[in-house]
């Protein structure tokens, strides 16, 4: 059962996270315009606040999971160095001369 929930990708690559940032303000944005309108015309701010939440809820569905729309570009990483001997491989902190400061 463990190796199901490994199968499920977790990651949003840099444009998806700027798409669902956007979607998420976006749907914010007119569920509280919507809410203040209704709310407003029939003088009941329990409304408002209902809508809000719902536009939340709506928005935490399209944007909280990692979404295939959201990994449409992956990075492209650099292949890993080679490991090489610890001798070889100094501090540079170690290879400078120490200053004094007066």
């Known amino acids: 059962m463990l190796s199901a929930f490994k199968s499920i990708p977790t990651h949003m690559d840099y444009k998806g ?9 976006g749907v914010i944005l007119v ?9 407003f015309t029939i003088q009941q701010f329990g409304w408002t606040v209902y809508i809000m939440l719902a536009g939340f809820t709506i928005s935490c569905l399209l944007t909280l999971p990692p979404w295939p729309m959201y ?3 992956p990075l492209n990483w650099q ?4 490991e090489t001997s610890g001798e070889t491989r100094d501090k540079p ?9 007066k």
């Open 93 to 101: 902190q170690e290879n400078q001369k120490k200053k004094k400061h």
């Open 31 to 39: 569920s509280a315009v919507i809410g203040f309108i209704y709310g």
């Open 79 to 82: 292949p890993a160095l080679p």
């Open 71 to 73: 990994r449409k570009n």
């Open 17 to 25: 996270q700027k798409l669902a940032e956007q979607i998420f303000q």
